[in-house]
C-alpha cells in the first residue's frame, strides 16, 4: 500500500507537491497556535469570562397589569375611573338608533341628512367607507355606535361574517377583532352586539371584551331578544356603561306596525322613564319615524341620544313577556319578532358614564 501511495505521489507535477505540502504546513501551523492558545486559557474560569460579558440595567416606574380570570364568577378589578352615580332629571325620554347603515348609501346619506340629530346612527363594519361615513354622521351632530359581529348559537349555518368575536377564539383574538372593529369606527360613542346569541351568554369571554371596551371609553347597547345573556352581569363587573333597547321598531315593516311599536315605546318610556328603540334604514320606516319625532315634545317625550339618557336616568333590563316570544335563534335574524318588555330594577353594581 505504502509503495502504491509513492508511485501516486511521484507522478505529481513539481507544482501540485509543493502546494500540498504548503497546506498540510498551514493546517499544521494552525494547529499548533490553537493548542498555544487554549493552554494559556485553560486558567480561566466560567466566572470570570461571565464577567466579562456587559450588561445594562433599567429602573421601571411604573407597571401596569392586565386582570387576569381566574374563574366565570371572579371579582373584577374596580375601575380606575369609577363612573359617578345617576341624579334622575325627572324627564321622559326616548332614544331610537338607527341600525345597518353604510351598506346603501342613499338609506345612509338620508338618514344623516334628513332625521334629526337626534337620533343614534349605527354603522356595519362591512363597508369600505365606513370611516366616511361615520365622520359625516358626527360631523352632523348625531351620536353615532359601531356594529359588532357576535357567534351565534347555531353558527355556522347563521355566520356573523369576520373578524366576529366567538367563544372558539381566545381573549387575545377576540380583543384583536375588536381592536380592528373600534379601528373602523374612529368617532363613534360606543358599539351594539351584531347578532351573538351565543357569544353574549358566555360570561367570561364577555368579560374580557367589555374590559377592552371600558379602556376606549365605549359604551355597549344590547340588541332584544338574546335568552341567558350575561352582557349586563359582566358589564356591572368591568363598570362598562350598558343599556339594553327595548324592541325593534320594524320588525313588521309596514305602517301599522311601525305605529304600533311607537306607541310601546312611549308606553314604556312614560311608565320607567326611558325606552330605546332599533329600527332599519328602510324607507317606510324613515318616513314615519320623521313624522313621529316631530310630534314627540308634544307628549311631553324627549327624543335624546343614548349618552343623554345614560347620565339622567336610572336603567332597567327589559325582557320580553314570554320565553315563546323571542327564541335564541329569532334574536339574530333580521326583523325577529319582539313582545312588549317588561322590567326589572338595574342591579345595585351597575354603573354609570360620566
Given at each position: ?60 416606574r411604573n407597571v401596569y397589569t392586565t386582570p387576569q380570570i381566574t374563574s366565570v364568577s371572579g371579582t373584577a378589578a374596580p375601575p380606575a375611573n369609577p363612573l359617578p352615580p345617576v341624579v334622575d332629571d ?265
Amino acid at each position: 500500500m505504502l509503495k502504491r501511495w509513492t508511485e501516486i505521489w511521484s507522478s505529481f507535477p513539481a507544482a501540485h507537491k509543493r502546494r500540498c505540502t504548503q497546506g498540510l504546513a498551514a493546517y499544521a501551523l494552525l494547529t499548533t497556535l490553537c493548542v498555544l492558545w487554549i493552554s494559556t486559557q485553560a486558567g480561566r474560569t466560567l466566572e470570570s469570562l461571565q464577567a466579562e460579558v456587559p450588561s445594562v440595567t433599567a429602573t421601571v416606574r411604573n407597571v401596569y397589569t392586565t386582570p387576569q380570570i381566574t374563574s366565570v364568577s371572579g371579582t373584577a378589578a374596580p375601575p380606575a375611573n369609577p363612573l359617578p352615580p345617576v341624579v334622575d332629571d325627572g324627564r321622559t325620554y326616548i332614544s331610537v338608533i338607527i341600525s345597518n347603515l353604510g351598506l346603501s348609501s342613499l338609506e345612509t346619506q338620508r338618514a344623516i341628512e334628513d332625521l334629526p340629530a337626534q337620533f343614534t346612527l349605527a354603522f356595519s363594519p362591512y363597508t369600505g367607507d365606513v370611516r366616511s361615513w361615520v365622520s359625516k354622521a358626527v360631523a352632523a351632530n348625531h351620536e353615532a355606535l359601531m356594529l359588532v359581529p357576535m357567534e351565534t348559537a347555531d353558527y355556522p349555518e347563521n355566520d356573523p361574517g369576520p373578524r366576529a368575536l366567538s367563544s372558539r377564539l381566545s381573549d387575545k383574538a377576540n380583543n384583536a377583532n375588536l381592536e380592528w372593529l373600534l379601528s373602523r369606527g374612529d368617532g363613534t360613542d360606543g358599539v351594539m352586539n351584531m347578532m351573538g346569541s351565543r357569544y353574549l351568554t358566555d360570561k367570561k369571554r364577555l368579560f374580557s371584551t367589555f374590559t377592552t371596551l371600558r379602556g376606549n371609553d365605549a359604551m355597549f347597547i344590547e340588541t332584544p331578544g338574546i335568552e341567558d345573556s350575561t352582557a349586563s352581569a359582566a358589564a356591572a363587573q368591568t363598570g362598562l356603561p350598558f343599556m339594553q333597547a327595548n324592541l325593534r321598531i320594524d320588525k313588521i315593516p309596514t305602517d301599522d306596525a311601525i305605529s304600533d311599536q311607537l306607541s310601546r315605546l312611549e308606553s314604556d318610556a312614560r311608565k320607567y322613564g326611558y325606552a330605546i328603540g332599533i329600527a332599519q334604514p328602510y324607507p317606510v320606516t324613515l318616513n314615519i319615524l320623521k313624522a313621529w319625532a316631530a310630534g314627540l315634545a308634544a307628549k311631553g317625550i324627549i327624543l335624546a341620544p343614548l349618552k343623554t339618557i345614560w347620565r339622567h336616568k336610572k336603567h332597567y333590563i327589559p325582557k320580553p313577556s314570554s320565553p315563546a316570544t323571542a327564541p335564541v335563534k329569532a334574536a339574530d335574524a333580521a326583523s325577529p319578532p319582539v313582545a312588549a318588555p317588561s322590567a326589572v330594577p338595574p342591579p345595585q353594581s351597575q354603573l354609570r358614564q360620566p
